[in-house]
């Protein structure tokens, strides 16, 4: 199979059997694996392919009432604070739940999400309403630390990375 076989097949494959872009993309790849490892060919710039389309999909936004409903839902302080950093920030929710104390800037208003999805780190803003619940539930959290310690207890062994401030 030459050059004009394979865009021809790629082509088909989005054309006449309508599949998903990740499965032409799978077959590309699979075709390019091939070629290269398997027969130690370069395969030429496959530029006449018509490439299937991803299906457009609008995002679910809230309305404002719906957003506050939901933050009427949760009644409890701490979760409460979590729904309401999630939103803000728009972090998932492992972001939000692996959440450190140090990735916290409070100066800057902004939050470090490190390893999120792709294995990306991002910095979202932290949403000023937010701060001052934050900080408060911070000194609680600080607070029973410190009384957890002068108790002998709540010492643990972290890497430097996870290490209180």
Not at 24 to 43: D, I, M, N, P
Not at 48 to 58: C, D, F, G, H
Not at 59 to 72: G, K, M, N, Q, S
């Amino acid at each position: 199979m030459g050059k004009t076989e394979i865009e021809a097949f790629l082509t088909a494959l989005a054309m006449e059997r309508n599949v998903a872009a990740s499965i032409q993309g799978q077959a590309l790849t699979a075709l390019l694996f091939l070629y290269k490892e398997v027969l130690h060919t370069e395969l030429p710039w496959l530029d006449e392919v018509t490439r299937a389309k991803r299906p457009a999909r609008l995002p679910t936004v809230l309305t404002r009432e719906e957003v506050r409903a939901l933050f009427r839902y949760v009644d409890d302080l701490l979760l409460s604070l979590i729904v309401q950093l999630l939103y803000g920030t728009g972090m998932r929710l492992m972001e939000g739940l692996r959440l450190r104390v140090k990735d916290v800037e409070f100066t800057r208003s902004e939050v470090v999400v490190r390893d999120g999805k792709g294995g990306k780190d991002r910095v979202p803003m932290l949403p000023a309403s937010l701060s001052d619940r934050l900080r408060a539930h911070l000194a609680v959290v600080r607070k029973q630390h410190d009384a957890d310690l002068s108790l002998g207890k709540g010492k643990v062994r972290l890497p430097n990375m996870l290490a209180w401030p």
